[in-house]
């Protein structure tokens, strides 16, 4: 049974997250950015969401959801139930796999897009603290020139991640979101650091707006200083 992506959104995510949230940060994650005919591939799609916003209403030509499915920060049934979804639906440009992008050699030049949300930091095996640990900043740096050489010229790689600099993480225990280990969380600075580094070209950022502060002013809600005190949250972009 063919659907609209708002359909497939409000039946099976919509208790995860509003949908008119989540599409305002895709709309703004992805800016001016055309999927279409364009061939994408998901790190760490979890629950695919996103990999579903990029097919069908981004139009990509395919869009690979990729997820380890297992470890820290995964659950096992995301993969299969977005499965099943992409079959009942017959959605055809997406496809998912089950394996972890630490042991998977895509051929070079592969794709247009490859975008991460929250997933780059877990696939990093160290236990770390960047600026001490150069092992870490070593597979990061690895993990993302392996990235760029999957990536058309051209392509752009597309990372939504948190940063560890941030006002909760310094709360008392029942404030600080502990679900969340902040220590593996790279700041913006090394982020951009380790882009550059990686050899892509046009790296940049823009911070995230919060959702309930989405009708104030955008330089009021989009800064460094608000980022600090809000979400913590930034999109990353690099071209090859
Ligand atoms: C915090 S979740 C984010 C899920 C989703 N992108 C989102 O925004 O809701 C991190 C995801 O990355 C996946 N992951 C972690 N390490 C991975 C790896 N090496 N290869 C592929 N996926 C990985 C986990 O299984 C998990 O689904």
New binding site residues.
């Given amino acids: 049974m063919e659907a609209t992506f708002q359909e497939i959104y409000h039946r099976y995510y919509s208790d995860h997250e509003p949908y008119d949230a989540f599409l305002f940060h895709a709309q703004e994650e992805l800016k001016d950015l055309s999927l279409e005919g364009k061939e994408v591939l998901e ?5 695919g969401s ?1 990999s579903l916003y990029m097919a069908l209403w981004g139009n990509a030509k395919k869009v690979l959801a ?4 297992a ?1 820290f ?2 659950d096992e049934t ?1 993969l299969r139930r977005l499965e099943e979804t992409v079959r009942n639906h017959s959605i055809l440009n997406v496809e998912t796999m089950k394996a ?3 042991t998977t050699a895509f051929p070079k030049e592969r794709f247009d897009v490859i975008v991460a ?3 780059l930091h ?2 990093i095996r160290s236990s770390w603290f960047p600026p001490e640990n150069e092992k870490a900043q070593k597979e990061l740096l690895e993990l993302c020139t392996a990235l760029k050489a999957c990536l058309r010229k051209n392509g752009t790689l597309v990372l939504r991640e948190m940063s560890r600099m941030n006002f909760w993480r310094f709360m008392p225990y029942r404030w600080k979101m502990s679900h969340i280990d902040w220590e593996i969380h790279p700041t913006l600075k090394e982020w951009l650091l380790v882009l550059n580094q990686a050899g892509f070209k046009d790296v940049s950022y823009e911070f995230l707006t919060p959702y309930f502060l989405s009708t104030w002013p955008s330089f009021v809600v989009r800064n460094r200083l608000a980022n600090f005190f809000f979400s913590s949250t930034f999109y990353l972009y690099g071209t090859k």
């Fill in positions: 790190i760490g799609c979890g629950r996103f990729l997820d380890e499915s470890g920060g995964a995301h972890s992008i630490n949300n929250f997933s877990h696939v």
